[in-house]
Nanobody
Framework: QVQVVESGGGLVQAGGSLRLSCAAS????????MGWFRQAPGKEREFVAA??????????YYTDSVKGRFTMSRDNTKNTVYLQMNSLKPEDTAVYYC??????????????????WGQGTQVTVSS
């Protein structure tokens, strides 16, 4: 069982920045695919970003609406991934969830590609 814990949400004005952190348990963390999803009220959970293992630190993927504004990274020495969110917009307001997959191949863009989820952290961007 992998434990996933997010932190770092909060309230920020439009144009501001936040950094989310996500710690996951397990001795093979470096091989996990990690993902960030978000869910706004009345909407489905949507993909934000993912990072897969690679020899040089990780391969990242982003949904189009956050490209150039959000950066996902990982620190395997701390079993932690980060989501740096810059130039935040009111439409980024949502509960952000971190997820982990131990599968060798997974659909990193779908919630079904992950087996372990955190409890979520609220991000609110005011206009």
């Amino acid at each position: 069982q992998v434990q996933v814990v997010e932190s770092g949400g909060g309230l920020v004005q439009a144009g501001g920045s936040l950094r989310l952190s996500c710690a996951a348990s397990g001795r093979t963390f470096r091989s996990y695919t990690m993902g960030w999803f978000r869910q706004a009220p009345g909407k489905e959970r949507e993909f934000v970003a993912a990072i897969k293992w690679s020899w040089n630190g990780g391969i990242t993927y982003y949904t189009d609406s956050v490209k150039g504004r959000f950066t996902m990274s990982r620190d395997n020495t701390k079993n932690t991934v980060y989501l740096q969110m810059n130039s935040l917009k009111p439409e980024d307001t949502a509960v952000y969830y971190c997820a982990a997959s131990q599968r060798s191949e997974t659909n990193w863009g779908s919630p079904n590609g992950y087996d372990y989820w955190g409890q979520g952290t609220q991000v609110t961007v005011s206009s």
